[in-house]
């Protein structure tokens, strides 16, 4: 069955911080998809990322990055000198034939 | 500006009521989702549509009715038979259906029973 887990519910850090988000994923699919969103706390999902599985290049992004290892089945996310602005839901999402997904989200906290 | 609508941004419920959730997209999207998100947990799928006039059940389709008469609205019943409809709502539309796609959310809407 396909399955996300996002084993980190909540993380605290303090500004300037770096800090990563764990995404582990399970599918028998080969071919396939994984996004990162995050919901700030207006509610809305604001979509980061998209990547296919046969693409394994780590990604950057300003501050964020992804690191996926198809090995290790993770699409772990990676905030460079966290800001406030950054305090929001974090989601994983892997694709299924006709929809995501989602893991549980892991709620991020930076303080000032 | 294109993106998705959804409407009202708070719903209240009484017992044995029917209430309907707007999403709008002008996005010129062909698919669209609703997905139910409860506290504390990922979001899970009610219903999707590819095309119109055609929709599918996803996994917590129960108590729940969908339309999809155009390409641009998608609006979702709660009906009195889902005994447990608190909670928050998204809309979601992609260019087209299958998992390659992005999907793009609405704003939400929070459903509470009274």
């Known amino acids: 069955a396909q399955k996300v887990t996002q084993a980190q519910t909540e993380i605290s850090v303090v500004e300037k911080e770096d800090v990563t988000l764990d995404c582990v994923y399970e599918?028998?699919?080969?071919?396939?998809?994984l996004f990162w969103y995050k919901q700030p706390p207006s509610g809305e999902l604001v979509f980061l990322i998209r990547r296919n599985s046969f693409d394994e290049q780590n990604e950057i992004s300003g501050r964020y990055s992804w690191n996926f290892q198809k090995s290790t089945s993770s699409f772990n996310f990676t905030i460079t000198a966290s800001q406030v602005v950054d305090s929001a839901v974090y989601f994983c999402a892997l694709s299924d034939y006709t929809a995501l997904i989602f893991g549980k989200g892991t709620t991020l906290s930076v303080s000032s | 500006d294109g993106g998705i609508t959804q409407s009202p941004k708070y719903l209240f419920r009484k017992e044995g009521q029917n209430v309907t959730l707007s999403c709008e997209q002008n996005?010129?999207?062909?698919?669209m989702y609703w997905y139910r998100q409860d506290p504390g947990q990922g979001l899970r799928l009610i219903y999707y549509?590819?095309?119109?006039?055609?929709?599918q059940k996803g996994d917590i389709a129960e108590g729940y009715s969908v339309s999809r008469e155009k390409k641009e609205s998608f609006p979702l019943t709660v009906t009195s038979a889902q005994k447990n409809p608190t909670a928050f709502y998204l809309c979601?539309?992609?260019?087209?259906?299958?998992?390659?796609?992005?999907?793009?959310f609405g704003p939400g809407t929070r459903l509470l029973v009274l």
């Open positions: 599918t028998r699919d080969t071919t396939y998809y």
């Open positions: 996005l010129n999207h062909d698919a």
């Open positions: 979601a539309s992609s260019p087209r259906g299958g998992s390659q796609e992005t999907q793009y």
């Open positions: 549509s590819q095309i119109v006039n055609d929709f």
